[in-house]
Nanobody, 117 residues
């Protein structure tokens, strides 16, 4: 059974930090590019960050560049999103996605991040 389970969300003050995790199971994690997306209330799904299957290439949305860092540990089948200097505009449900051009893609269930004083 394929699973992507996000964790680490919560309530944080502006300027604070959070580290999201996404644990994968049920598929060959190392074959997949991993991505983070987010969706704020009333807004469309937004790409946040991506990392290559070997962890060698990363890319970020302009809105998070310099504040967020994506990483992965293939030995633990886990991808991370370190978020710093958080802003109220970062408030959203954050989803991880296992992305492949040739295999089925998978989504997690999401974790809520709320940035508020």
């Amino acid at each position: 059974q394929v699973q992507l389970v996000e964790s680490g969300g919560g309530l944080v003050q502006p300027g604070g930090s959070l580290r999201l995790s996404c644990a994968a199971s049920g598929f060959y994690f190392r074959d997949y590019i991993m991505r983070w997306y987010r969706q704020a209330p009333g807004k469309e799904h937004e790409f946040v960050a991506t990392i290559g299957s070997a962890g060698d290439m990363t890319n970020y949305a302009d809105s998070v560049k310099g504040r967020f860092t994506i990483s992965r540990d293939n030995s633990k089948n886990t991808v991370y999103l370190q978020m710093t200097s958080l802003k109220p505009d970062d408030t959203a449900v954050y989803y991880c996605k296992a992305h492949s051009m040739i295999k089925k893609n998978y989504w997690g269930q999401g974790t809520q991040v709320t940035v508020s004083s």
